[in-house]
């Protein structure tokens, strides 16, 4: 069982930039894929980027070049530096986790979800 709490989220004004952290709980969190996805209202929840225990990544088009996603398996958190946000970037953020993701982009295949955080971009 893994329970993940978010934090970090807040009003930014366009070009600035915000640091999300996922707190895990559990045991063997550096075995566990971690990802960060967003939903916007009336829009699906969308993958963001993802991060292997060996800390290798993956990103979304829309957010490459301008998100980072790392983690501190000591400390059992994973990080979203999110710099030059747009106001499309405004939404809840959630992190997710789970052991091996067939498809790290899909939502519906990760077992734990935090309660999200939210992202306002103004313009």
């Known amino acids: 069982q893994v329970q993940l709490v978010e934090s970090g989220g807040g009003l930014v004004q366009a070009g600035g930039s915000l640091r999300l952290s996922c707190a895990a709980s559990g045991r063997a969190f550096a075995s566990y894929y971690m990802g960060w996805f967003r939903q916007a209202p009336g829009k699906e929840r969308e993958f963001v980027a993802g991060?292997?225990?060996?800390?290798?990544?993956t990103y979304s088009d829309s957010v490459k070049g301008r998100f980072t996603i790392s983690r501190d398996n000591a400390k059992n958190t994973v990080y979203l530096q999110m710099n030059s946000l747009k106001p499309e970037d405004t939404a809840v953020y959630y992190c997710a986790a789970d052991l091996r993701p067939p498809n790290v982009v899909v939502a519906g295949l990760y077992d734990y979800w935090g309660q999200g955080t939210q992202v306002t971009v103004s313009s």
């Open positions: 991060i292997r225990g060996s800390g290798s990544s």
